[in-house]
């Protein structure tokens, strides 16, 4: 047993997921989730996810070894402050927070070395476009990335066992300062997920064309940008306010790049769009290389949760 | 049988897909395939495809009852030129470009009522980010429509016959006018295409950032961009020179909601933001429901034909 209680805040998707693994894996002697929902709740009392299902701070905190925070980021400053209060000297607190500068800055304001705890960020690199407790699966962060964002309030005893507890879900660790995970993860993940809901949007509004023809037509390529931008609202509205500055900067190269590409339309200079497009294919084949497109399992088990919630 | 003797030009993904089609549900005596390509056509060959496999125009033209030009756009007025030279009075000739008002002109320079040919522009919007006779199946038309384009150069008879010929791959059949037609397709496929090339190339070229660190955390969300920016980049290319106005407009309505978006996250509108995500949310289920997100049995060809070129 890696922990003797351990605590888990929010039971959404990645939650859900940890959850599935602490237990299945037995790494955990007791699992405690919390989440203020009850629906979500109640799902995961149904999925039989943890030994201890609740909406109480404290039950959960109390005695705990290790606290995992796998909330929406911006509610982390607010439930720290109520963990601090019960927490116990010597826990590890981490989090599954998209966004680590502000995630840590909030978790810290509470939870400290000079408070007793240890803190160690954390960022599984995983997920898929839906949400809650019933769309989890323990296969979830096979073969991903986490990142472990050590600081100040780290110890090398509690990075060792966050990375066997994420080795554990057959997960590959890796440590990065909080900053240099910001910045990287704006350009793999942020961005592109806001472009994803702001062409749903632009192609959603367009006057002048029916709704019904859009959807109908979707398979011309509309629909793999809906299938990113189904993911969850909230979540994604956190994750652009908290890392605002990375992700505005990168908006704006984006757009230079896209001005310069509707100059090459305009002005039918097709050997420079034909050389973007050779790169392109060509970074495609680095990520296929990389083993980091979505796996076969996966798409089996995304489409047999949509059959089972047809 | 529907036809005598069917011509296809250009043996690619869309191509080698109705070949295989045409061969297998016997709608075609004789199957002729032209590529300019002789790899292609090596391929064409080892893989059965058709009776005939030929570079010469005029032996695919001869005789022939349909005609189907399934290569880039920009080569359709070239190919017409010398199709004119060979074709027998009242062949159909059709084909399978995704922009419709360009490819109709440019087929119709020398092919037309005139001339003594009927002309149906057609549209299957099928397609995978594959390209090549290799990556073709039979079943990649399953479910999906394909739009006809009718003008003042084609006649009920072809349109029927093609009809049937598409409805015989599994496909759904629209009739629709060609500026609609390039309207509609800017919207779900053209302008989302070239997103996906614009921002896989703004994270690639990222000053600062590590191209193999990019690769490494792709799964955050870059991934997805990278397999449809994987795309055939002669097509493409085409696509965005031939429906040039259409697709300039888009392109400044898509910057001008993206800047939106960019004020929101400056501005804090959480709300705002909130708000577009929860209606993104809706269009996907849009989408499933309409059935026309990629279905199973495609992914699982597409996992088999990366696997066999592994």
């Known amino acids: 047993m890696l922990f003797s209680k351990a605590?888990?805040?929010?039971?959404?998707?990645?939650?859900s997921s940890l959850a599935r693994n602490?237990?299945?894996?037995?790494l955990v002697k007791t699992l405690v989730v919390y989440d203020k929902n009850k629906e979500n709740l109640e799902k995961a009392k149904s999925l039989n996810?943890?030994?201890?299902?609740?909406?109480?701070?404290?039950?959960?905190?109390?005695?705990a070894d290790l606290i995992i925070l796998a909330t929406p980021v911006c509610s982390f400053g607010e439930l720290a402050k109520e963990i601090a209060k019960y927490i116990k000297?010597?826990?590890?607190?981490?989090?599954?927070?998209?966004?680590?500068?502000?995630?840590?800055?909030?978790?810290?304001k509470y939870l400290n070395k000079a408070t007793g705890t240890i803190v160690v960020g954390g960022h599984p690199v995983a997920g898929t476009e839906k949400s809650g407790p019933e769309n989890g699966f323990t296969s979830l962060f096979k073969g991903r990335w986490c990142i472990l964002t050590p600081d100040e309030n780290s110890t090398p005893e509690a990075i060792e066992k966050l990375t066997k507890m994420w080795e554990s879900c057959d997960m590959k660790v890796d440590t990065m300062a909080p900053a240099h995970h910001d910045k990287v993860m704006a350009a793999v993940s942020h961005l592109p997920q806001l472009i994803a809901y702001s062409i749903v949007g632009t192609v959603?509004?367009?006057?002048?064309?029916?709704?019904?023809?859009?959807?109908?037509?979707?398979?011309?390529?509309?629909?793999?940008?809906?299938?990113?931008?189904g993911s969850d609202p909230t979540m994604w509205r956190d994750i652009f306010l908290t890392n605002k500055q990375t992700v505005l900067e990168l908006i704006q190269r984006?757009?230079?790049?896209?001005?310069?590409?509707?100059?090459?339309?305009?002005?039918?200079?097709?050997?420079?769009?034909?050389e973007l497009?050779?790169?392109?294919?060509?970074?495609?084949?680095?990520?296929?290389?990389?083993?980091?497109?979505?796996?076969?399992?996966?798409?089996?088990?995304?489409?047999?949760?949509?059959?089972?919630?047809?």
Chains 1, 2 share one sequence.
């Open 7 to 15: 605590f888990i805040l929010g039971i959404g998707l990645i939650g």
């Open 49 to 63: 996810l943890a030994d201890v299902y609740t909406t109480s701070i404290e039950e959960g905190a109390k005695d």
């Open 89 to 108: 000297k010597g826990a590890i607190v981490s989090d599954v927070g998209s966004v680590k500068q502000y995630s840590l800055q909030e978790i810290e």
């Open 204 to 229: 959603a509004d367009l006057e002048g064309y029916e709704h019904k023809e859009i959807i109908k037509y979707s398979a011309g390529g509309f629909r793999d940008f809906t299938r990113i931008a």
């Open 277 to 310: 497009f050779k790169r392109t294919q060509k970074i495609r084949k680095d990520v296929i290389e990389a083993k980091q497109d979505q796996p076969e399992h996966e798409k089996r088990i995304l489409e047999e949760l949509r059959r089972k919630q047809a």
């Open 254 to 274: 984006f757009i230079e790049d896209l001005v310069a590409l509707e100059r090459n339309i305009r002005w039918d200079e097709g050997d420079k769009m034909f």
């Open 22 to 26: 602490l237990k299945e894996k037995q």
